[in-house]
Nanobody
């Protein structure tokens, strides 16, 4: 059974940085994309960044140039380094593990999710 657990969220001032971590256990051999999504109340969950098992990455336009997704396969960890944070980045951030469609912002109902970590950026 796949389990994902996020950490690293918190309160930061605009322009600051945070690094989110996701610990993955029980990884299914078919899971080939790890991703970070975020959600604010009243809106759909949206892709922030994704990384394929072979290395390619995909970023939301809002994240390009500011966020970096990386993976430590040896330790089953995925990270999201977020720099130059803006108030509009405030959201609950979720770690996601899927089989491919999540790479393009189309998570499937059978994807795996963490419990989420709150990121709050003050102006």
């Amino acid at each position: 059974q796949v389990q994902l657990m996020e950490s690293g969220g918190g309160l930061v001032q605009a322009g600051g940085s945070l690094r989110l971590s996701c610990s993955a256990s029980g990884r299914d051999i078919g899971l080939n994309v790890m991703a970070w999504y975020r959600q604010v109340p009243g809106k759909e969950r949206e892709l922030v960044a994704a990384i394929s098992i072979n290395g390619p990455t995909n970023y939301a336009d809002s994240a390009k140039g500011r966020f970096t997704i990386s993976e430590d396969k040896a330790n089953n960890m995925v990270y999201l380094q977020m720099n130059n944070l803006r108030p509009e980045d405030t959201a609950v951030y979720y770690c996601n593990a899927g089989y491919g469609e999540n790479f393009y912002g189309r998570p499937m109902h059978y994807d795996h999710w963490g419990q989420g970590t709150q990121v709050t950026v003050s102006s």
